[in-house]
């Protein structure tokens, strides 16, 4: 199962997003406020071939089509403190 900072309980996203071996960060941090307050964005770093950095948001919606995630940004190889930072500038937090 991948690295996922400790109380992120967001196994269906990470079925979606995440690969064994992968590294995952969760912002805003698992004991913000509810998920319906706003966007949660998630840093992932794909390990497997070579790697890649990549941030998702995500907005939980009770009704249909559901959950929406969205592919934000793709950097080549281990760029996680980076894309943290840009994350945060995002006024995320």
Do not use: K
């Amino acid at each position: 199962m991948a690295h996922t900072e400790p109380g992120t309980s967001d196994e269906w996203l990470q079925d979606l997003i995440v690969r064994p071996g992968d590294a995952v960060w969760r912002h805003p941090r698992p004991d913000a406020p509810p998920a319906d307050c706003g966007p949660i964005f998630f840093v992932v770093l794909h390990r497997s071939g070579d790697p890649w950095t990549h941030v998702y948001r995500v907005e939980r919606r009770r009704e249909r089509p559901g959950n929406l995630v969205w592919l934000l940004r793709a950097l080549p190889g281990d760029q996680t403190e980076d894309a943290r930072r840009w994350v945060a500038g995002l006024g995320a937090a």
